[in-house]
């Protein structure tokens, strides 16, 4: 199995330039997680799926941010615009069944 | 008061010793309670998770449960410098099944 696929690994940016990170979770897992990694804030769950679902979007710090899971293969997470304090290291993870998570390699961004 | 508290560290042992994670968290109706090993630059993965009151083993690993404490924690024996690493703490609470909460993490250094 190919694990978790995240893309782009690097997205370096401008202020209020749109960001669009990518997902692909492993085959046959029915929940999808987005979370966020800085060093101030420590691992943030900012939202996850289940059977391509939105439950909690609680942690999505604001309207910038949004997320998408069209299909059980596939999700989205889109900043727009993006402001230097989204510069932060961005995870996906899917889980078979909601508790142990199995996490991608991870997006950097940085926006200047 | 988080959720999931973890002494930051950095915890440092000498190869060979054990190594004692600790974690608590305030939910008392958390469930499901997980520990993650994340490599400087890397994403976490999963290395024990544990559901009942007691100890669990996996090879040098052991988790321990304690609920009426609201404790967990993680013992790693014969520690090796492979083992360097921060490790973060993950609970589930009863009330929201599928959202982990993290702790911020201990970074622990293994002494050759």
């Known amino acids: 199995d190919a694990g978790v696929i995240q893309s782009p690994r690097h997205e370096v940016t401008e202020m209020g330039q749109e960001v669009t990170l990518r997902c692909k979770p492993i085959s046959g897992h029915n929940s999808l997680f987005w979370y966020r990694q800085t060093m101030m804030r420590g691992l943030e769950l900012l939202i996850y799926?289940?059977?391509?679902?939105?439950?909690?979007d609680s942690g999505m710090p604001e309207d910038r941010f949004s997320a998408k899971m069209p299909n059980a293969s596939f999700s989205t997470l889109k900043i727009q615009p993006s402001e230097p304090r989204d510069s932060a290291v961005y995870f996906c993870?899917?889980?078979?069944?909601?508790?142990?998570?199995?996490f991608g390699p991870g997006t950097r961004l940085t926006v200047l | 008061q988080k959720e999931v508290e973890q002494n930051s560290g950095p915890l440092s042992v000498p190869e060979g010793a054990i190594a004692s994670l600790n974690c608590t968290y305030s939910?008392?109706?958390?469930?499901?309670f997980f520990w993650y090993r994340q490599y400087s630059g890397k994403s976490p993965e999963l290395i024990m998770f544990?559901?009942?009151?007691g100890d669990k083993e996996d090879g040098r690993f052991t988790a321990q449960l304690n609920k009426a404490s609201q404790y967990v924690s993680l013992l790693i024996r014969d520690s090796q410098p492979s083992d360097s690493a921060t490790y973060l703490c993950?609970?589930?609470?009863?009330?929201?099944?599928?959202?982990?909460?993290f702790g911020d993490g201990t970074t622990l250094t293994v002494k050759p």
């Open positions: 799926f289940n059977n391509n679902v939105p439950i909690d």
């Open positions: 939910d008392r109706g958390s469930q499901s």
């Open positions: 993870a899917s889980s078979p069944s909601s508790d142990t998570q199995y």
């Open positions: 993950a609970v589930i609470s009863g009330t929201n099944a599928g959202k982990s909460t």
């Open positions: 544990i559901y009942s009151n």
